[in-house]
């Protein structure tokens, strides 16, 4: 039987992980009425399956279980089967992982589900092998048990599923009130992550070992304010940076970090590398090298970079992809980005692998557990102490180095290289514009600065209407046939955020007023007018499909920033510019709503713990008018010292006419010679005018 005659429904799919099951023998449908409207008709419950293309248990599940036609058969017979890409459908997904949490304990992809035909989750699990194996059932048995209990114990199977959902709806869409936040309770979450600090390995916690961007920017903010937790919390958040950048999580000759490491050590990471991961330690790294202008985080900024220009944009039409694999097929664990000693030593001569195999830890035995010959490169001493034990001098064994490095990364390019998911995301869009608008002006690099700038206008151009409001997929890698899917809170949120960054980095008004109408239809759509903060979508009324009916208030970061953190800083920046108090009042009331409950989520409420400083702390305004030299030295003076409440805004002398409201009334009228100056404003105030980068960090300081 040739593969055209026996594609599914999932063949006219547009999303990637979606197409990648189009050859399976189950009946597969896509997340729809339809499907539920089959399931009511033929009386059978439904199998949910959410994944994602660069989940590598997914595939596993999907060869061992999809793929067998004995299962598939088994699958089709009992059940209406429905497969959902959690990158795709972020409002199915958030709401079934709830559910699974609430009936397993534990969530995660691949996430298995059972479903009532209306929708209703009752039993559910992660990852199921084919048959009983590592302590869990086989699937083939969770199949008839599952079909064997809704057809003969309805009545049971209808009161799990009710608890379950009353256990979604109680999740997260409660709030706990809290009047004026302040400094406890900011001072409670900058404990929270140092108290989970790794002194030994840097980090936070043991292992699996995340990142966690925003507890470490959280950090820096603090790091730079002199209170009594500014000195541990500069040693945190820099050893945690170092740490990583390292360690095995970092792709050591293409720049850019994986996922998360697998050990607590940094070494053995699990091999994806996401937009969203690498755009917020990009803005990590950017950050640290404004306040302690070290190279080393300059670098590792600059190597992030250079990994996202080169497989994770469209450098033709602007706009970042939004993942690479982990790896190239099912048999191939890790192999591209790891190293035998053999393979490095067949890429390199002998003296640049006497300096390689030391520098990045390259032994006969390595840290692959499948295959222990192969390593991962990792970093355990600075090339001056390799340098000085192998008898060299420092120059020649950089040399040495960095040659090896450029033909490793060119001997690993000839092998086959992990999938690139090439759709094109809103939110995760808005972040890396930010990240590299960030990066690009306090590095001084143009180039980043005007890749965003280009992005942000495709994203605008493509996903944002005021009318029918924003979508949530810019474009996709594949083609198929797209139906257009709102965008969450989240994608309104981090779209704003890189509209206002465009802003500051331009003054140019059309990014303004796109932050301020994005931010608008945000409030309009999502804003609970009686309980304060956003819903995670618009579509959370009576007779929504499944659990999409369960309200949910996003105020945790996992593993991107909080919809409702980031919408409340969202507002926070544009009462500072828009003369409106609306804004303020909405973003104090938001962050009232979880003030009573926000610190019992500890590392996870770092983007909460950002918004609640810049409320406590107000904005800070620089603005430099100008676009001679001392402009410039201006500019990298005020990004020195990152503190989240200051915005650096770049003004030229023609566009002081088309400044937001609040700007047009607090910049007093500018000395005419034309000479760049800088004005710092705090509020509705304004110091005087400074004229140089000393001026500028004095008063800052001041």
């Not at 944002?464 to 709102?486: F, K, M, N, Q, S």
């Not at 980095?505 to 239809?521: M, P, S, V």
């Not at 770049?650 to 000479?675: I, K, W, Y």
Request: aromatic residues 10%.
């Amino acid at each position: 039987m040739s593969h055209e005659h026996s594609l599914n429904a999932l063949a006219n799919s547009a999303s990637a992980y979606l197409r990648s099951a189009r050859h399976q023998p189950v009946n597969w449908h896509e997340w729809g009425a339809e499907a539920f409207e089959r399931a009511q008709r033929e009386n059978k419950p439904v199998l949910l399956d959410i994944g994602a293309v660069w989940c590598h248990w997914c595939h596993v599940m999907d060869r061992e279980s999809y793929e067998d036609p004995q299962m598939a058969a088994m699958i089709n017979d009992l059940f209406v089967a429905v497969k959902v890409d959690r990158d795709e459908r972020p409002d199915v997904d958030v709401r079934y992982q709830s559910a699974v949490s609430a009936i397993s304990g534990q969530g995660g992809w691949p996430l298995t589900a059972f479903l009532t035909p209306d929708g209703k989750p009752f039993f559910g699990g992660t990852y199921f092998p084919p048959d009983n194996r590592y302590g869990r059932p086989g699937f083939g048995s969770v199949l008839r048990s599952i079909a064997g209990a809704y057809a003969e114990r309805r009545t049971e199977v209808e009161e799990t599923a009710a608890s379950v959902m009353n256990a979604i709806e109680h999740n997260e869409s409660f709030s706990a009130f809290a009047k004026d936040p302040g400094t406890p309770l900011l001072e409670k979450l900058i404990g929270a992550a140092l108290t989970s600090y790794d002194p030994r390995n840097g980090g936070f916690g043991s292992q699996p070992k995340f990142p966690h961007s925003g507890a470490i920017d959280l950090l820096l903010d603090e790091a730079t304010r002199g209170t009594a937790l500014s000195d541990k919390s500069r040693e945190v958040a820099l050893t945690t940076l170092k740490r990583m950048a390292r360690g095995g999580i970092y792709d050591q000759l293409a720049g850019g970090f994986h996922r998360y490491s697998v050990d607590e050590r940094w070494i053995v990471p699990h091999f994806e590398k996401m937009a969203y991961d690498n755009s917020e330690l990009l803005k990590n790294y950017a950050h640290a090298f404004a306040s302690t202008a070290d190279p080393e985080f300059a670098a590792v900024a600059k190597d992030i970079i250079r990994w996202m220009d080169g497989w994770l944009s469209d450098r033709v039409h602007g706009g970042f992809y939004a993942s690479q694999d982990a790896d190239d097929s099912l048999d191939d664990d890790g192999d591209y980005f790891t190293w035998t000693r053999d393979e490095a030593a067949a890429a390199l001569t002998p003296e640049e692998l006497e300096v390689a195999a030391a520098y990045f830890n390259i032994r006969v035995v390595g840290d692959m557990h499948h295959n222990p010959s192969k390593n991962v490169l990792h970093v355990p001493a600075d090339i001056a102490v390799v340098a000085n034990t192998l008898g060299r001098s420092g120059e020649e064994a950089q040399a040495l180095l960095e040659a090896a490095q450029g033909k490793m990364y060119a001997a690993r390019l000839q092998r086959r290289t992990p999938y690139v998911d090439k759709t094109i995301y809103t939110g995760w869009n808005g972040m890396c514009i930010s990240a590299y608008l960030i990066a690009g002006r306090t590095l001084r690099l143009a180039e980043p600065v005007a890749f965003a700038l280009k992005s942000l206008d495709r994203v605008l151009d493509a996903a944002w209407d005021p009318e029918l409001g924003l979508a949530r997929v810019v474009a996709y890698g594949e083609g198929g046939t797209t139906v257009r899917i709102d965008a969450v809170l989240d994608d309104y949120a981090f779209l704003a955020a890189a509209a206002l960054d465009a802003w500051e980095a331009t003054a140019e008004i059309r990014y303004y007023l796109a932050a301020k109408g994005l931010a608008d239809q945000m409030v309009k759509r999502f804003y609970d007018t009686e309980g304060g903060g956003g819903f995670f979508d618009a579509e959370t009324k009576p007779g929504a499909l499944g659990a999409l009916s369960a309200q949910r208030k996003p105020l945790q970061d996992s593993p991107t920033p909080a919809g409702n953190s980031t919408a409340a800083m969202v507002l926070l920046r544009l009462s500072a510019l828009a003369d409106d108090p609306q804004y303020e009042k909405l973003a104090r009331e938001t962050l009232e709503a979880f003030g009573g409950m926000v610190e019992h989520f500890g590392l996870y409420s770092a983007s909460y713990g950002l918004a609640l400083r810049r409320a406590i702390s107000g904005s800070v305004q620089v603005c430099v008018v100008g676009d001679d030299s001392a402009a410039a030295d201006m500019q990298l003076a005020a990004t020195a010292r990152f503190m989240v409440n200051k915005s650096v805004i770049s003004v030229r002398r023609d566009q002081l006419r088309t400044l937001p409201p609040a700007l047009l009334q607090t910049l007093p009228n500018l000395p005419h010679e034309q000479g760049g100056v800088a004005l710092i404003c705090r509020g509705s105030s304004c110091l005087p005018p400074v004229s140089s980068g000393e001026e500028v960090i004095n008063a800052l300081t001041e």
